[in-house]
C-alpha cells in the first residue's frame, strides 16, 4: 500500500538557520505529492505541492522537488523564522483501486525556531 | 471570503452519546472528507464523498456515519459505537476528487469525552 515516512522531530533552530525536512515514500502508479503545515490549534494549510516528478513546489521561502528516481519529497527553507514554528506534513495522493484518490499523510514534523 | 467553516470548536461527549460535527464550505467544490488526527499521528481518512447524495467509507469509518445531501454540508456523526472518540476532526474539500487537485481544511473540531 502506500505510505509516507517523515523525519522525526522535533526539529528545533534558529532564527535564520537552513531547514531540511526529510519525506519519502511508497506509491503505486504516479502520485502528487504535497506539503501542509498546521499551526498550533489550526486546521492544515496547503504549502506546496508537485504533481509529477522533477517538478519544484514553492511557497513564502519554502521549496520541495519530486525525486521519483529516490522517491523523496524533502522540504527545504534558507532561512528560517520564528513564525515558522508548526507541524509540517508531508502527504501523497494516488488512485485507490478504483477512480477514487485519497491523500496519505506522514506523521507530521515539529518544528521550533528559536529567536 | 470562501472557505470551510467546521463548528462548534470544541465538543463534549458523554458516555453512550451519539455527536454530530458540522462541516460547511462555500467554495463550491464537489468533494468532500473527514479525517481524525490524533497526537503524534498523521491524519487518517473516516469518508469521503465525491457528489451529492453518494459517499464512501475511507481507512476508519466504522463508529461514524455521514450525510451529504447538499453540496455545501458534510455532516460527521460520532456514534455511540465509537470507543474512543477523543480527536481532533478535520473536514476537507476539494474540486473533484483527480490525483493532482489539491483538499482544502476547516480550523477542525476537538472532541472531548466526559
Known amino acids: 500500500g502506500n505510505s509516507v515516512t517523515q523525519m522525526e522531530g522535533p526539529v528545533t533552530l534558529s532564527e535564520e538557520a537552513f531547514l531540511t525536512i526529510n519525506c519519502t515514500y511508497t506509491?503505486?502508479?504516479?502520485?502528487?505529492l504535497f506539503w501542509y503545515v498546521q499551526y498550533p490549534g489550526e486546521g492544515l494549510q496547503l504549502l506546496l505541492k508537485?504533481?509529477?516528478?522533477?517538478d519544484k513546489g514553492s511557497n513564502k521561502g519554502f521549496e520541495a522537488t519530486y525525486r521519483k528516481e529516490t522517491t523523496s519529497f524533502h522540504l527545504e527553507k534558507g532561512s528560517v523564522q520564528v513564525s515558522d514554528s508548526a507541524v509540517y506534513f508531508c502527504?501523497?495522493?494516488?488512485?485507490?483501486?478504483?477512480?477514487?484518490?485519497?491523500?496519505?499523510f506522514g506523521k507530521g514534523t515539529l518544528l521550533t525556531v528559536n529567536p | 471570503d470562501g472557505g470551510i467553516t467546521q463548528s462548534p470548536k470544541y465538543l463534549f461527549r458523554k458516555e453512550g452519546q451519539n455527536v454530530t460535527l458540522s462541516c460547511e464550505q462555500n467554495?463550491?467544490?464537489?468533494?468532500m472528507y473527514w479525517y481524525r488526527q490524533d497526537p503524534g499521528q498523521g491524519l487518517r481518512l473516516i469518508y469521503y464523498?465525491?457528489?451529492?447524495?453518494?459517499?464512501q467509507k475511507g481507512d476508519i469509518a466504522e463508529g461514524y456515519s455521514v450525510s451529504r445531501e447538499k453540496k455545501e454540508s458534510f455532516p460527521l456523526t460520532v456514534t455511540s459505537a465509537q470507543k474512543n472518540p477523543t480527536a481532533f476532526y478535520l473536514c476537507?474539500?476539494?474540486?473533484?476528487?483527480?490525483?493532482?487537485?489539491?483538499?482544502?481544511f476547516g480550523p477542525g473540531t476537538r472532541l472531548l469525552v466526559l
Open positions: 506509491a503505486t502508479g504516479y502520485p502528487s
Open positions: 467554495l463550491n467544490h464537489d468533494a
Open positions: 464523498s465525491q457528489i451529492v447524495n453518494d459517499f
Open positions: 502527504a501523497l495522493k494516488t488512485q485507490d483501486g478504483g477512480s477514487n484518490y485519497k491523500l496519505t
Open positions: 508537485a504533481t509529477k516528478a522533477d
Open positions: 476537507a474539500s476539494s474540486m473533484g476528487v483527480f490525483v493532482q487537485e489539491t483538499q482544502y
